[in-house]
Structures are given as C-alpha cells and as structure tokens.
C-alpha cells in the first residue's frame, strides 16, 4: 500500500516558538494532502486542504497566519505553527490523496506528529 | 459542509458477542464511507469501507452496511475479542471531489474477556 511518513514524531518546544511539521508521500505523488489534528479522546477534525502549488484552503476556525500550509512538491507538505502557544498541543495527522491507479482518490495517513508546548 | 454523526460513544461487550456502530451523514452527495480502528497514540488504520454503489460489504468477522435513502451506514463486529477493543471512527466524503473524510466523533469499544 501507499506509504506517508510525517517528521518529526514528537516535538516539545517552548510556548513562542515556531515548528514546522512535515508530510511526506513516498511512493506515490500527491496534488491534495489534508491536515487533521486530534486532542486527547476527541476525533479527527479536518484544519486544511494542501494543494500543490496553490494556496491552502482552511476549515472555519483554523486561524490561516497561524498553522502555515506549504505544498512545494508532489511528494511534500509541510504545516508550520507559529508561535505554538499550550492549547496547541494536540496530534497532527496528515493524509495524503493518491492520484493514479489503485490509489486513485485513496486518503493514505501519516503516523502522527504529538506536539506538547510548554 | 458535510456533518458525520457516531453513536454510541462508547461500547462495552463480552468475548464473543457482536459489536455495532452507527453513523449517520448530511451531504448526499457523500458516496465513500470507511471505517477506521485507531489505537493510542497511532494512525488511524482502515478495517472496511463501502461505496455508495454497494449495500452490505463483509470482510470476515467485520461488515459494513449503507443506507443511501436515510443516509446512514453501521460498522457489524461479530465474534469481538478482546484485541478489538479500540477507538472506532466512521468517516464519509466525495471521492470524485477528492474532498478530506469527514470524521465521527468515534466510538470507545471496550470487550471483555
């Protein structure tokens, strides 16, 4: 099946501080990756939609200067939150949309990012 | 937007019992509905899906059934053991849209030995 890594697995960073996260598909290309973040005992809640070479489109309540989406590749997404405060701590989860063949419209997810701001 | 519904929260059954989940969506224009198990800390990983073409889809001890006219689709465990005991999430979206799977608010299932 389709593989999506994402690095780092788990961050700790001071309240302030940025982190950039990235989602990588690795054996197949992906125009339309997703960002989901999951708190403790709750669900998967969509944050964007990442589309290569274009602007993210953000869910209602994601703050768009805040997670920053880049999608500079097939292969690549990277969300950045800036100036990460405690209430951002939570699961980062990507998903990737395969393109072709047996992926065709296929969500692939990555393993997760756990970020904790102190 | 599309709304997923999930009932019951959590679930607890015996070794050997069956097990099911419900879900219900808003948007019918939805046709791709599956069905993830996620342990703490992990991915979300698919256990079964159905496409709005099909009915009733069985996959060993697990089946997912659809109702396209009422739009709802339920999650059947049947044999449950204890190592089925995780969080359930449904899902739905578009797939020729390629929109993001809209999540329920997932399901704890506890089976006892």
């Known amino acids: 099946g389709a593989v999506v890594s994402q690095h780092p697995s788990w961050v700790i960073c001071k309240s302030g501080t940025s982190v950039k996260i990235e989602c990588r598909s690795l054996d197949f290309q992906a125009t339309t990756m997703f960002w989901y973040r999951q708190f403790p005992k709750q669900s998967l809640m969509l944050m964007a939609t990442?589309?290569?070479?274009?602007?993210?489109?953000?869910e209602q309540g994601v703050e768009k200067d805040k997670f920053l989406i880049n999608h500079a590749s097939l292969t690549l997404s990277t969300l950045t939150v800036t100036s990460a405060h405690p209430e951002d701590s939570s699961f980062y989860i990507c998903?990737?949309?395969?393109?072709?063949?047996?992926?065709?419209?296929?969500?692939?997810f990555g393993p997760g990012t756990r970020l904790t701001v102190l | 937007g599309e709304n997923v519904e999930q009932h019951p929260s959590t679930l607890s059954v015996q070794e050997g019992d069956s097990a099911v989940i419900k879900c219900t969506y808003s948007?019918?224009?939805?046709?791709?509905f599956p069905w993830y198990k996620q342990e703490l800390g992990k991915r979300p990983q698919l256990i079964i899906d159905?496409?709005?073409?099909?009915g009733e889809k069985k996959d060993q001890r697990i089946a997912v059934t659809l109702n396209k006219t009422a739009k709802h689709f339920s999650l059947h465990i049947t044999e449950t053991q204890p190592e089925d005991s995780a969080v359930y999430f449904c899902?739905?979206?578009?797939?020729?849209?390629?929109?993001?799977?809209?999540f329920g608010k997932g399901t704890t299932l506890s089976v006892s030995s």
């Open positions: 899902a739905a979206s578009i797939t020729q849209a390629g929109t993001a799977l809209i």
């Open positions: 990442s589309n290569e070479g274009s602007k993210a489109t953000y």
């Open positions: 159905i496409r709005s073409n099909v």
């Open positions: 998903s990737a949309l395969g393109t072709s063949g047996s992926f065709y419209n296929e969500q692939f």
């Open positions: 948007d019918s224009a939805s046709n791709y």
